[in-house]
């Protein structure tokens, strides 16, 4: 069902928007429209342009909300005015800046003295004192690496034949750390022979004191140091915001609402006088929810309302609230998948809730399986509002249904008696067809009874939007619904052995009906007194127009066999039961493999529930909704906080 709505103008003094805004608006579902577009006659308008002197408090209540949220309540109860969320805000943003960059500085100084301790750690094996080492005038010293297969080679038959003295320092996977001194004047000599040999050279500072072991001691207590110095500040920083998580999460409530509110401006519209100007805002708003706001503000002085009731004077359309009750709200989502119905049409989702369960349902006959269904969507749907799986418990209602129709019972068709027919057995003899199935017969009959259904929803929707070929002279029209209704009567009068009526009778149903369809466009126009010439010509029209006819009667027939597969899904859904009992060995009398049973219970569920779902979808957007329904709406999208708590 889609509410009823009525369009509101409300005005006041200039000044008096904010408290208008947060008192009654923001607990009201209103959808707010641009007042200049709506008011486009009246003269002496301007927009509501202003600068929101709180943004910079709202972005930095944002990141803190955002930093913190953790730590802050999900509701607060406290209130707090305007300038007091402000101060909270401007004074807690700037301590926490404050202990933040003396946090960022310690952990750059952190960094650095790890780099300088992952430096030395390699040179731990060296037993000398590094500063001292960088003291040396005489003799050059490389600190670096050398690849471990290389080291061996240099030390069995380099390393001896040179005036170098080398300390193997520590040993990884693939290198060997060392350090080599070497006298100045051969030092370019000696490098170029390391070099040789890919030594790595790395370089270290005359900052450490003592051995690599006694520097790399003394870096990590900085390190440490360093580290309690962070924690602390870390520590203060949780104190700071867990101390007034209550006041912070009430000032980003208070500011964002404000913010939210100020935005308002930008739809509103402002008078253009010297003094004394008043804002006009325009929106949608539900029967129910106009008329309590309209009582509410009959004692306001300040705030004057007018409540349109003639939709024709307004320039927009009125936005799609549908309101439809808890059963079949899950089903909503197929329909805004498809497209939003428009404020005239009918809201679809009662009808898409109870076909598409039918016909689910009818695929689907198994009561096990149904029960397994109902209660597995329940449960999610009840506990994660996924609306997929309300969608699915409903549809399960009807697996139970139809499960005790056919007789089936987790595959088994020997517990209980069918209470209406067994899919693969029941037959039905039929003028020249012969034996036929008696699940496609019922499901070819079910889909007519579907399509005459959704023609008169058509002549419905197409009355509401006044489009006059639509409702008389179109194939889901009235012309297309005394067609196909008299050519379903004919096939049920000739199946079942009755007496077809006479045949100038079916002349006037069939014929005339197909000429009204055939000469639709001119009709058209003579209906609407439009002077419309034939485009192309009378024999282009009358070629196009034999081509388009010979369209319908096939789009009749095609859509009609369409829900065959409504039955052919019953039946290989027990054939597939079939071959899973025939595996786990239960139909040939001896001993039952349940793992089996189980197993091929649930891949039959997953597997063909999917197929099912899927292709029952394509018979309502394809079948139905192609037939009747628009789905050219647009949401209805309250403001403020009213949209919040949907």
């Known amino acids: 069902m889609i509410e009823k709505m009525k369009f509101l103008s409300i005005t006041g003094p200039k000044e008096d928007i904010d408290r208008v805004v947060d008192t009654y608006l923001s607990r009201y579902e209103i959808h707010l429209e641009n007042a200049l577009s709506e008011l486009k006659t009246v003269k002496d308008l301007r927009p509501y342009i202003e600068t929101n002197p709180y943004r910079e408090e709202l972005v930095r209540a944002r990141d803190l909300v955002e930093n913190y949220h953790k730590i802050l309540p999900e509701h607060s109860q406290?209130?707090?005015?305007?300038?007091?969320?402000?101060?909270?805000?401007?004074?807690?943003?700037?301590?926490?800046?404050?202990?933040?960059?003396?946090?960022?500085?310690?952990?750059?100084?952190?960094?650095?003295?790890?780099?300088?301790?992952?430096?030395?750690?390699?040179?731990?094996?060296?037993?000398?004192?590094?500063?001292?080492i960088m003291k040396f005038k005489f003799i050059k010293f490389r600190f670096g690496r050398i690849a471990k297969e290389y080291y061996e080679k240099f030390s069995a038959f380099v390393?001896?034949?040179?005036?170098?003295?080398?300390?193997?320092?520590?040993?990884?996977?693939?290198?060997?750390?060392?350090?080599?001194?070497?006298?100045?004047?051969?030092?370019?000599?000696?490098?170029?022979?390391?070099?040789?040999?890919?030594?790595?050279?790395?370089?270290?500072?005359?900052?450490?004191e003592g051995t690599p072991v006694e520097a790399g001691n003394v870096l990590d207590d900085?390190?440490?140091?360093?580290?309690?110095?962070?924690?602390?500040?870390?520590?203060?920083?949780?104190?700071?915001?867990?101390?007034?998580?209550?006041?912070?999460?009430?000032?980003?409530?208070?500011?964002?609402a404000f913010s939210t509110n100020y935005d308002v401006r930008k739809l509103a519209a402002l008078t253009k006088h010297d003094s004394h100007n008043f804002y006009i805002l325009c929106g949608w708003m539900t029967e129910k929810d106009a008329g309590s706001f309209q009582k509410e503000i009959e004692n306001d002085s300040d705030t004057f309302c007018i409540i349109e009731d003639d939709h024709s004077n307004i320039m927009s359309t009125p936005p799609t609230k549908m309101k439809n009750p808890g059963l079949f709200k899950p089903f909503e989502m197929y329909v805004e998948m498809y497209g939003l119905p428009s404020y005239t049409e009918i809201d679809p989702t009662i009808i898409i809730a109870v076909t598409y369960s039918i016909l689910f349902g009818f695929m689907f006959g198994d009561a096990g399986q149904g029960l397994c269904l109902l209660i597995g969507g329940f449960l999610l749907y009840r506990f994660k509002k996924v609306r997929l799986a309300g969608i699915i418990s409903c549809c399960g209602v009807f697996s139970v249904i139809f499960?005790?129709?056919?007789?089936?019972?987790?595959?088994?068709?020997?517990?209980?008696?069918?209470?209406?027919?067994?899919?693969?057995?029941?037959?039905?003899?039929?003028?020249?067809?012969?034996?036929?199935?008696?699940?496609?017969?019922?499901?070819?009959?079910?889909?007519?009874?579907?399509?005459?259904?959704?023609?008169?929803?058509?002549?419905?929707?197409?009355?509401?939007?006044?489009?006059?070929?639509?409702?008389?002279?179109?194939?889901?029209?009235?012309?297309?619904?005394?067609?196909?209704?008299?050519?379903?009567?004919?096939?049920?009068?000739?199946?079942?052995?009755?007496?077809?009526?006479?045949?100038?009778?079916?002349?006037?149903?069939?014929?005339?009906?197909?000429?009204?369809?055939?000469?639709?466009?001119?009709?058209?126009?003579?209906?609407?007194?439009?002077?419309?010439?034939?485009?192309?010509?009378?024999?282009?029209f009358i070629t196009q127009g034999i081509f388009e006819l010979f369209e319908v009667l096939l789009s009749y027939f095609s859509n009609t066999l369409s829900f065959v597969r409504v039955g052919a899904f019953a039946v290989s859904h027990a054939a597939m039961m079939q071959v899973v009992l025939m595996l786990a060995g239960a139909e040939a009398g001896g001993t039952v493999n349940w793992g089996i049973i189980i197993g091929g219970n649930l891949f039959v569920c997953g597997m063909e529930g999917l197929i099912v779902g899927i292709q029952v979808l394509r018979l309502e957007y394809y079948e139905l909704f192609s037939r009747f329904y628009r789905g050219s709406g647009r949401a209805f999208e309250p403001y403020g906080k009213a949209a919040e708590q949907q």
């Not at 101060?87 to 952990?107: F, S, V, Y």
């Not at 500040?233 to 915001?241: F, L, P, S």
């Not at 009959?445 to 419905?460: F, R």
């Not at 006044?466 to 067609?483: I, M, Q, S």
């Open 78 to 132: 406290m209130d707090i005015s305007l300038e007091e969320a402000v101060k909270l805000i401007r004074d807690l943003d700037g301590k926490l800046k404050e202990l933040t960059a003396r946090r960022d500085e310690l952990t750059v100084q952190r960094g650095e003295l790890q780099e300088s301790r992952d430096r030395v750690a390699p040179f731990t094996g060296l037993n000398y004192n590094v500063k001292e």
């Open 159 to 208: 390393y001896d034949s040179i005036d170098a003295v080398m300390f193997k320092c520590e040993e990884e996977q693939d290198y060997v750390w060392v350090v080599y001194f070497v006298p100045q004047k051969i030092a370019d000599k000696i490098d170029a022979i390391y070099a040789s040999m890919h030594f790595e050279r790395c370089y270290l500072a005359d900052e450490y």
């Open 222 to 256: 900085r390190i440490q140091e360093r580290q309690s110095q962070i924690d602390r500040i870390e520590q203060e920083i949780r104190d700071a915001v867990e101390s007034r998580k209550d006041e912070l999460a009430a000032a980003w409530n208070r500011i964002s």
């Open 403 to 540: 499960g005790l129709l056919f007789g089936s019972v987790f595959g088994f068709e020997n517990i209980l008696e069918p209470m209406w027919l067994s899919p693969q057995q029941a037959m039905t003899n039929l003028p020249f067809i012969g034996r036929l199935n008696t699940v496609f017969v019922v499901a070819v009959a079910v889909g007519m009874g579907i399509i005459l259904m959704c023609m008169v929803l058509n002549i419905i929707n197409s009355l509401r939007s006044h489009d006059v070929e639509k409702t008389y002279f179109d194939t889901n029209g009235v012309a297309g619904l005394v067609f196909y209704f008299a050519l379903a009567c004919v096939i049920v009068l000739f199946m079942t052995g009755r007496t077809l009526p006479a045949a100038v009778i079916l002349a006037v149903m069939f014929v005339i009906p197909l000429l009204i369809i055939f000469f639709k466009e001119p009709l058209t126009a003579i209906v609407e007194k439009k002077a419309e010439g034939i485009e192309g010509g009378v024999g282009m």
